[in-house]
């Protein structure tokens, strides 16, 4: 299925539902978890994205990706969430690295305690500032696809994204002060 036959649709069946939610369904689920810092509010959040992307797919015009109003419906229902009176902190934080090469036990571990570091410190920021960092480094999206998402400007989303990595650079150093070979 593609964005152009999705934009042309009134209503959703289930198996175009299905589909959205295979294609998109782990990328909704890890912003939304980057936005609430809680695995049970992501997996309420992403069943709700789906419904509301079940419900409301006559809103979807074709102006952006599916993709991307996807994670536009994401980070409106995370808000809302974080809004109401159970948002809880993050209790564990269980990064994905995808599978390349097959590394030692070691250096997996490694390469795993690294990951979550950065993923510690990133959740750490501010929510304006991970919002774009999030959105730039995992998502891929472009600095227009973002402020789409963020309903801001670009120079906005260039600003942000500058002081995020700037913020993240300087956490990083500071929790490691020594340097890694």
Same mark, same amino acid.
């Given at each position: 299925? !593609?964005?152009?036959?999705?934009?042309?649709? /009134?209503?959703?069946?289930? %198996?175009?539902?299905?589909?959205? =939610? $295979?294609?998109?369904? $782990?990328?909704v689920?890890?912003?939304?978890?980057?936005?609430?810092?809680?695995? =049970?509010?992501?997996?309420?959040?992403?069943?709700?994205? @789906?419904?509301?992307a079940?419900?409301?797919?006559?809103?979807?015009?074709g102006? !952006?990706?599916?993709?991307?109003?996807?994670?536009?419906?994401? #980070?409106?229902?995370? *808000?809302?969430?974080?809004?109401?009176?159970?948002?809880?902190?993050?209790?564990?934080?269980?990064?994905?690295?995808?599978? $390349?090469?097959?590394? /030692?036990a070691? $250096? /997996?571990?490694?390469?795993?305690?690294? !990951?979550?570091?950065?993923? #510690?410190?990133? *959740?750490?920021?501010?929510?304006?500032?991970?919002e774009?960092?999030?959105?730039?480094a995992?998502? +891929?999206? %472009?600095?227009?696809?973002?402020?789409?998402?963020?309903?801001?400007? +670009?120079?906005?989303?260039?600003?942000?994204l @500058?002081?995020?990595?700037?913020?993240?650079?300087? =956490?990083l150093?500071?929790? =490691?002060?020594y340097?890694?070979?």
């Open positions: 299925m !593609s964005d152009e036959h999705l934009k042309h649709i /009134s209503a959703m069946d289930t %198996s175009i539902l299905e589909e959205l =939610m $295979q294609r998109y369904g $782990q990328d689920w890890s912003f939304a978890y980057s936005l609430t810092r809680s695995r =049970m509010m992501a997996d309420d959040v992403a069943q709700d994205v @789906f419904l509301q079940y419900l409301h797919v006559a809103s979807f015009r102006e !952006s990706s599916a993709k991307t109003w996807l994670l536009k419906i994401t #980070r409106n229902i995370s *808000l809302n969430y974080r809004k109401s009176a159970f948002v809880r902190k993050v209790l564990l934080i269980d990064a994905v690295i995808p599978k $390349q090469q097959e590394h /030692s070691e $250096q /997996s571990f490694l390469e795993r305690e690294a !990951s979550n570091e950065v993923w #510690r410190q990133v *959740l750490r920021l501010s929510n304006k500032y991970r774009v960092l999030v959105l730039h995992k998502y +891929q999206l %472009s600095l227009p696809e973002i402020a789409d998402v963020l309903k801001i400007p +670009q120079g906005t989303v260039k600003s942000r @500058f002081g995020a990595r700037k913020k993240l650079s300087l =956490m150093t500071e929790d =490691m002060p340097e890694l070979n």
